[in-house]
């Protein structure tokens, strides 16, 4: 998506080889002309499918989530991040390892609002080591449901996340894909990659 290259080129900033800072426009304050159009690409992409439900998991995927499901007329689910491990009941949970802070967590989405007649995207900001991602397919399998695919603002594909989920037979679509980066300079995979 040119349109978000260019903004992760303007304003995005590099604070290490692995960690883009987009919370000029994306991730802190939020370019609303922007997720809405985020949204009616990734509605456009998938849309040939028969989606009911868009998931997320919160915080920073809700406004991708919105904005997807919006474009498509359904719905949008976010999962809630619960620290320790409860057993809920009624609530589908998988446990997310967070690289970052080295701890497990457990997501969760209640059982009223999945189901096994559900279609379903996933959409997130970032795909990294893919460990939530892979948490929210764990859920939509947990809940008998159908996925259609995962969609993501920006992958970066020197991380192991998208590997991981096309092994387990996930189709992914990222709208930037970081080749490498390092300050003052991303370099993206060509088009025909995507
Ligand atoms: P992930 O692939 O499952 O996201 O795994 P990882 O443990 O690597 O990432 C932890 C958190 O950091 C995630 O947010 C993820 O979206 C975010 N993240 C990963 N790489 C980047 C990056 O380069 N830049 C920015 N800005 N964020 C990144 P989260 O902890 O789930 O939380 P939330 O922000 O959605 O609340
Ligand atoms: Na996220
Ligand atoms: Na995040």
């Not at 009911?52 to 976010?78: N, R």
Request: charged share 25%; net charge negative.
């Amino acid at each position: 998506m040119k349109l978000l290259k260019e903004r992760i080129c303007q304003e995005g900033l590099i604070l290490s080889e692995t960690v883009l800072k987009v919370d000029s426009f994306l991730n802190h304050q939020v370019d609303t002309e922007l997720v809405l159009e985020i949204g009616k690409e990734f509605a456009q992409i998938f849309g040939d499918e028969p989606i009911t439900k868009v998931l997320t998991v919160e915080a920073s995927g809700i406004q991708f989530a919105m904005a997807t499901a919006a474009a498509l007329g359904v719905p949008f689910l976010y999962a809630k991040k619960k620290k320790a491990i409860t057993q809920a009941e009624k609530m589908y949970s998988a446990s997310v390892f967070s690289f970052t802070r080295q701890e497990t967590y457990q997501i969760c989405v209640s059982q009223k609002y999945l189901g096994p007649s559900d279609k379903v995207l996933i959409v997130d900001d970032f795909l990294a080591t893919g460990a939530a991602l892979i948490g929210l397919t764990d859920i939509v399998k947990e809940a008998g449901a159908q996925l259609v695919g995962c969609g993501c603002v920006i992958e970066k594909s020197f991380q192991e996340g998208r590997n991981w989920l096309e092994n387990k037979g996930v189709r992914v679509h990222s709208l930037a894909r970081i080749a490498s980066m390092s300050p003052g300079k991303v370099e993206f995979l060509e088009e025909h990659h995507l």
